[in-house]
């Protein structure tokens, strides 16, 4: 009897080079390519869901939502700027040395620039006096309420020692300074 040389099965068998491979590859271009567009499908609905203005008075979005919702908006635009307005009392306490603040309220307002004032002496909300205190200080006047019904008016300065930090942006060309953001 003639003796077989013995097998080894240590590995499979390789196909040979010039045979196409029998499996297949799920990692080909056209999966690729249907889990790419549904990534960038996805992004693009959740940032369509997340950016969506509504102009509701719980999402104030823009600068327009604030200008409709100023006190007397066209004289407000026309005369000064519409605001937001955070009326908050501060209580100080020395002993102990302690600082409490009160919830905040926010209603919309309008600042008047400095030579508007004459509107609210015309409708008789000022006093001459009250004028030349505010003048005095380089201040202007700021309201909330309709000015036809009973506005609470008060003399408010403008405070620029912290800046706008969204124009300290790199790219942004932070110098130029508008006519209307002098009051």
């Known amino acids: 009897m003639a003796r077989r040389p013995p097998r080894y099965y240590d590995s499979p ?23 790419g567009g549904i990534f960038v499908l996805g992004v693009g609905v959740g940032i369509g869901f997340s950016s969506t203005a509504s102009f509701t ?13 100023a006190p007397n908006a066209e004289l407000c635009v026309q005369y000064g700027a519409s605001a937001m307005v955070a009326d908050m009392r501060i209580f100080l306490s020395l ?29 008789g909300l ?22 036809e019904g009973s506005p609470r008016i008060d003399c408010v300065y403008q405070n620029d020692a912290a800046g706008n930090l969204f124009l300290n942006q790199p790219g942004t060309n932070s110098n130029t300074k508008r006519e209307s953001d002098s009051f």
Not at 13 to 35: D, E, H, M, V
Not at 57 to 69: G, H, L, M, T
Not at 110 to 118: G, H, I, S, T
């Open 126 to 147: 000022v006093s001459p006096d009250q004028v030349r205190d505010c003048k005095n200080r380089m201040n202007t006047f700021g309201f909330t309420g309709v000015l």
């Open 57 to 69: 008075p719980e999402n104030v979005a823009s600068r327009e939502v604030i200008d409709r919702s």
């Open 95 to 123: 002993n102990p040395f302690s600082v409490y603040v009160t919830q905040p309220t926010m209603r919309p307002g309008c600042v008047l620039r400095r030579n508007n004032w004459a509107i609210l002496e015309q409708k």
């Open 13 to 35: 068998p390789q196909p040979s080079r010039n045979q196409p491979s029998t499996g297949k590859n799920w990692l080909n271009y056209t999966s690729i390519a249907i889990f």
